[in-house]
């Protein structure tokens, strides 16, 4: 496999970043006339911590959920509701062409580069701790975690770049399905890569997250939630597998996380109106105090990167809000008695004699930190669940309502939870149809989970209905089975430098046509 470097934009941002970095703090050592390198296992990890994780990915991939089936425009809100000014024009305009899926979605969002550059600065940081894992002073304890926690990141990042910039896993042409640059070096050159292919990336995935594990066999083990640990490696791990199709691997890795019913977080008897304050930060679902499925928490503030959907927002306008006006939306997925509709949603309420219309916008992240994200033992629960089912035999079925059960007990109020047996399914595809529509419940507005699941489930025909203003004339937009507007378009800074790099080649989706 041949292992090229990314553009060098991207490679002079990440040197930027981690000589700033350097710059105000006393850790980097001179080693030599132009290069400064770590040397003690700590001063890696500061690297690690100030680089490699993606701490502003809430902020960077917010854009990806306007492209699901999650989002819609509402294009009136109730009279009463006060608007804040110019809050929902700037995230419709910002908005419309993630939502449109348009050819050139920077020409609508100036900041449609980011996630990309930034999943390329948190590999180069990961590749420096890889580079210098022989060499690395300190307690070799301590050393196996922090070379632990970069292979991990490593593969994570290279897992979200493949799974937006391309071609979804098909293990029938993965060969030679046009993937995503791999870098795994930290060294500057000047060379234009042409892309790997799909499965070139997933293995390395594989590859950098079996050598995380082996590692973690003797790693120190740490308490906080807000850095990558071995049972965080599972998800991923489990994750991976699942976008390949290893169902074996699924279960393998997933079932690694069952103990103790998978701490699952119990919402089914918390008062709703608990969990619906207004304005206030007294409950999130995402609480790492309280919500016991927390693994790891990354992400980003929740207040400066909710600029499409705020949960605060009070509307009168047309807006972007949770997809609910007609039949498979995702607000009417959800069935009485799931509590799930309070903790994951805002609701219409009164306050101060003033009527608030949030029209369900989502309210899952913890609001009073800087960790609006997290991987959590439910989304291993749903993965091993369909790994189950799609094993096909009757025994795999039966755990795969086990886990459903378990997962829904832990949701709906005690008086309408109703336990699924195998007589509620009639065949084997209406119980997968099942766990992906539970999946999609319980894992909305998290990570780019629906997109991505979108993709795999054979990227189906979308139609988004798209209003400028209150009195608009609905524009019709429709993303065809298997559109390659599915996949998204590198940057133009990429492109711009890099003459060889395989383009996207992305379709301008007209409004009102169907191509």
């Known amino acids: 496999m041949k292992i090229f470097r990314f553009d060098k934009f991207v490679y002079s941002v990440s040197l930027c970043a981690l000589l700033m970095l350097s710059s105000c703090s006393d850790f980097l050592r001179d080693d030599s006339p132009d290069l400064l390198i770590p040397a003690d296992v700590v001063e890696f990890q500061s690297v690690l911590y100030g680089e490699g994780y993606p701490k502003k990915f809430t902020e960077e991939a917010d854009f990806v959920q306007l492209m699901t089936d999650d989002v819609g425009v509402s294009p009136t809100s109730d009279s009463r509701s006060v608007l804040w000014e110019g809050d929902d024009e700037y995230a419709l305009a910002t908005g419309k062409g993630a939502f449109t899926w348009a050819q050139d979605i920077a020409f609508y969002d100036g900041t449609y580069s980011k996630f990309y550059l930034s999943r390329y600065t948190n590999i180069m940081a990961c590749n420096i701790i890889i580079e210098n ?11 196996a975690s922090c070379v632990a926690q970069a292979y991990a990141l490593r593969a994570w990042n290279y897992l979200w770049l493949v799974n937006l910039y391309g071609l979804p ?4 042409t993965a060969a030679t399905d046009m993937g995503v640059v791999v870098r795994l070096e930290s060294g500057i050159t000047r060379d234009q890569p042409a892309r790997n292919t799909v499965k070139e990336v997933y293995d390395q995935i594989n590859a950098d997250l079996d050598r995380s594990l082996e590692l973690w066999k003797s790693g120190s083990v740490s308490r906080n939630k807000h ?3 071995e049972r965080a490696t599972y998800i991923i791990k489990c994750r991976a597998a699942l976008y390949q199709g290893q169902w074996d691997e699924v279960i393998k890795y997933g079932k690694l996380l069952s103990e103790a019913n998978y701490d699952l977080y119990n919402i089914s008897k918390i008062d709703p109106s608990v969990m619906t304050n207004v304005g206030t930060k007294d409950y ?8 016991t499925e927390n693994i790891y928490m990354y992400g980003g503030s929740t207040f400066d990167s909710n600029k499409f959907m705020s949960n605060i927002r009070l509307l009168k306008d047309a807006a972007f809000v949770s997809s609910q006006a007609k039949e498979g939306d995702l607000i009417q997925m959800y069935e009485p008695g799931d509590q799930r509709i309070y903790a994951f949603f805002q609701q219409n309420t009164m306050e101060k004699g003033e009527y608030y219309d949030y029209r369900h916008a989502p309210n899952k992240r913890y609001k009073s930190s800087i960790y609006s994200q ?13 790994a189950h089912v799609q094993k096909g035999s009757e025994a795999d079925k039966l755990e795969a309502i086990k886990l459903l059960n378990l997962l829904r007990s832990n949701r709906f109020t005690p008086d309408t939870y109703k336990e699924l047996t195998a007589a509620d399914f009639a065949t084997t595809a209406d119980l997968l149809q099942f766990v992906r529509d539970e999946r999609r419940r319980e894992l909305c507005f998290e990570d780019v989970h629906r997109w991505v699941d979108l993709r795999r489930y054979g990227m189906p025909r979308l ?5 400028s203003s209150k009195n608009s004339a609905p ?7 298997g559109d390659r507007n599915y996949t998204l378009e590198l940057p133009i800074e990429e492109l711009d430098f890099n003459k060889v790099i395989e383009p996207t080649n992305r379709r301008v989706i007209t409004p009102g046509q169907s191509n």
């Open 284 to 291: 999130a679902f995402l609480d790492p105090e309280v919500n």
């Open 133 to 143: 894992a022989e060499t690395m002073t300190g307690d070799r304890d301590k050393v």
């Open 475 to 481: 524009e019709v937009y429709v993303l065809e089975q």
């Open 169 to 172: 896993y098909n293990e029938q």
């Open 227 to 229: 850095v990558l640990s």
């Open 374 to 386: 997290a991987l959590r033992t439910s989304e291993a629960l749903l993965s091993v669940a369909e």
């Open 463 to 467: 139609v988004h209905t798209f209003y």
